[in-house]
């Protein structure tokens, strides 16, 4: 079956760094995407990887490596506002997301 | 950007009573659709695919006479909740990929529509 695994809930600190990683296990593999959520919104895209390595977009960045079958999402300098589900989805072999359940990230001053 | 609206926002209706959710691409055209629904503190979950011009494909589990889904143009896609319960009370969303290539294969999402079935 497919499968993708990140934390619950995870707590930081304001002005810290932290690392939210998410592993899968998918019939195929076109890409992996991060979303952030707020309570009662829709999902708004962060970041997209497909090769292996780092990708740097700001106060965000997003790591890859397929031969693991693993990622991460890196917040630095985390603001109050940062307070959200962050979601890991893979695009299997059939272009379709599968979707982990979510990290609830609660930032605290 | 890729914009995608979804109409109503936000909805009450009585038990027995059949709902129409519209998902519109605004300025892109869309031959896939995505409907997704999301129960409180759980993660998306996708309801069915629906493509232009043909019939939705349902996932396991998803009523597809419950859940009417039509995409008759490019840009609209409506789902259509019939003789709702308070079980099917949630937060609908939908998304929307462009037609095309598209090297990031991105869905762009719509704001949701809360349901609340009295």
């Known amino acids: 079956g497919q499968n993708i695994d990140q934390p619950t809930e995870m707590t930081a600190t304001e002005g810290a760094i932290v690392q939210i990683n998410c592993t899968y296990q998918?019939?195929?593999?076109?890409?992996l995407f991060w979303y952030q959520q707020h309570a009662g919104e829709a999902p708004t895209f962060l970041s997209y990887?497909?090769l292996d390595g780092l990708e740097e977009k700001g106060r965000f960045s997003s790591f890859l490596s397929r031969s693991k079958g693993y990622s991460y999402l890196l917040l630095k300098e985390l603001q109050m506002k940062d307070s959200a589900s962050y979601l890991c989805?893979?695009?299997?072999?059939?272009?379709?997301?599968?979707w982990g359940a979510g990290t609830k990230l609660i930032i605290k001053p | 950007g890729a914009v995608v609206s979804q109409h109503p926002s936000r909805v009450i209706c009585k038990s027995g009573t059949s709902v129409k959710i519209e998902c519109r691409s605004l300025?892109?055209?869309?031959?896939?659709m995505f409907w997704y629904r999301q129960f409180p503190k759980q993660s998306l979950m996708l309801m069915a695919t629906?493509?232009?011009?043909?019939?939705?494909?349902?996932e396991q589990g998803v009523e597809k006479d419950k859940f009417l889904i039509n995409h008759a143009s490019l840009t609209l896609s409506t789902l259509t909740v019939t003789s709702a319960h308070p079980e099917d009370s949630s937060f609908y969303i939908c998304?929307?990929?462009?037609?095309?290539?598209?090297?990031?294969?991105?869905?762009?999402f719509g704001p949701g529509t809360r349901l609340t079935v009295l």
């Open positions: 989805a893979v695009l299997d072999s059939n272009y379709q997301l599968i």
């Open positions: 998918t019939s195929g593999f076109n890409g």
């Open positions: 629906s493509n232009e011009g043909s019939k939705a494909t349902y």
């Open positions: 300025d892109f055209q869309a031959t896939t």
């Open positions: 990887n497909v």
């Open positions: 998304s929307a990929r462009p037609s095309g290539f598209s090297f990031h294969n991105e869905q762009f």
